[in-house]
């Protein structure tokens, strides 16, 4: 059963930094896709950045976390990174990670094609 557990959310004030990770267990890593969604209160949960774990290329949403955020594989077996720097207001919410099986998924910013979750993260931005 795979299993995706956060880690690394918390307080911060506005353009301050956060650094999120993802451990992922019984994924098949080498060849798939992990990324991050948000959900900020009463809004819709909304793609961040993916990346496909196999060869490591990213995704972004949206341009406005291009060069604010930053997906990479990281340095633990199985596990992602999000960077996230100079963050606003905006930005705060609860952050998920996210996996597939099928490394045509990244790309796509539609929730129900992901078929993991975790449980969450907060981030909280405080201005």
């Known amino acids: 059963q795979v299993q995706l557990v956060e880690s690394g959310g918390g307080s911060v004030q506005a353009g301050g930094s956060l650094t999120l990770s993802c451990a992922a267990s019984?994924?098949?890593?080498?060849?798939?896709?992990m990324g991050w969604f948000r959900q900020a209160p009463g809004k819709e949960r909304e793609g961040v950045a993916a990346l496909l774990t196999g060869d490591g290329n990213t995704y972004y949403a949206d341009d406005s976390v291009k060069g604010r955020f930053t997906i990479s594989r990281g340095n633990a077996k199985n596990t992602i990174t999000l960077q996230m720097t100079s963050l606003k207001s905006e930005y705060a919410a609860m952050y998920y990670c996210?996996?597939?099986?099928?490394?045509?998924?990244?790309?796509?910013?539609?929730?129900?094609?992901?078929?993991?979750w975790g449980q969450g993260t907060q981030v909280t931005v405080s201005s």
């Open positions: 996210v996996a597939s099986d099928f490394p045509e998924t990244c790309g796509s910013w539609y929730a129900d094609q992901f078929e993991y």
């Open positions: 019984a994924y098949p890593y080498s060849n798939g896709c």
